[in-house]
């Protein structure tokens, strides 16, 4: 029997969306101390709360850049309502939450704030995503792409302000969450495409072929970071290297459903089961990801 909507029924779909948001509330809010428990670092203030904004960030360009990709995947054909416009305002209120959460936390005015480095690149991620946002509620969303890059460029310097080759960081990191919301953020627009036509096996073959290239940049961006930023005696007596393990475990079990649901449209069969459960697998992969900008970088710790 073939169950209504996406994932089941209404109530199956109810259900397991309070699940997975009480998990996912759990993960942000004690993921950062139960990951640094025996580590001697110290607590980072307010991490739960900073995770939590930097996951609404990093979903929001996700499910913007997926949408503006997934339109020109889809071709033809109805189209789900736009989440984008939502999406950008959310990651811009996040931003400015966390400007005035760092001014909190620091003592300090916000008009000081302001003339930090990490203020600054703030501001430029609120202001981008607000223009993100007026793009798409243009005639033009496409032209967001333009301060979706801008957001992207200001997160990869936040993410790198160390002083040894910070370039290479900048770069390996702009490829890297670029490549991350093109994955999540198409997949979801290309699920929510196929349940509005009741099929559409073309368009998930469409995006498979851009997935594969995606794919391949995550792994290559992703091992150049690792190596560069945890020394290897630290993956197990650091917070970052041990989220880090549980991100690389979630990411090969989102490659290896992602190759199941690539050999069922080879064969013929129903992709849709094993590319939903890809995507509920690289959502927990996006909270760890906000996860690991929040707990202290290992490169200072360790010698």
Not at 20 to 44: N, R
Not at 188 to 199: A, F, K, N, S
Not at 257 to 262: I, M, V
């Amino acid at each position: 029997m073939t169950l209504p909507g996406p994932f089941g029924t209404p109530t199956r779909r109810l259900t397991a969306a309070v699940i997975a948001a009480a998990t996912v509330l759990t993960v942000v809010l004690l993921g950062a101390s139960l990951a640094q428990t025996g580590t001697g670092e110290l607590e980072i203030p307010a991490a739960g709360t900073i995770t939590l904004l930097r996951l609404l960030v990093v979903t929001a360009l996700a499910v913007h850049i997926g949408e503006i990709a997934g339109v020109r995947i889809a071709g033809e054909g109805p189209l789900p309502r736009r989440w984008s416009l939502p999406a950008a305002v959310v990651g811009c209120a996040a931003s400015a939450g966390l400007l005035i959460l760092l001014a909190a936390i620091s003592g300090l005015k916000l008009t000081t704030v302001y003339g930090l480095r990490e203020g600054r690149l703030l501001l430029v991620t609120a202001n981008a995503l607000a223009l993100a946002a007026l793009c798409a509620a243009g005639r033009r969303p496409a032209l967001a792409l333009g301060p979706l890059a801008v957001a992207i460029g200001a997160e990869a310097l936040r993410a790198h302000p160390e002083s040894y080759s910070p370039a290479i960081g900048v770069g390996l990191t702009v490829v890297h969450l670029t490549a991350a919301s093109l994955w999540f953020g198409t997949l979801l627009h290309v699920l929510r495409t196929m349940w509005l036509r009741g099929g559409g096996r073309d368009v998930l073959m469409r995006y498979a072929k851009m997935a594969a290239w995606v794919f391949a940049a995550l792994a290559v961006t992703g091992t150049c970071s690792t190596l560069r930023r945890l020394p290897l005696d630290g993956i197990l007596t650091t917070a970052y290297g041990r989220v880090l393990l549980v991100k690389l475990a979630l990411f090969g079990l989102a490659a290896l459903l992602a190759l199941t649901a690539r050999r069922r449209m080879l064969t013929g069969g129903d992709a849709r089961p094993p590319a939903r459960v890809e995507l509920g697998v690289l959502a927990a992969v996006m909270v760890l990801s906000a996860l690991l900008t929040v707990v202290p970088d290992p490169h200072w710790l360790l010698p």
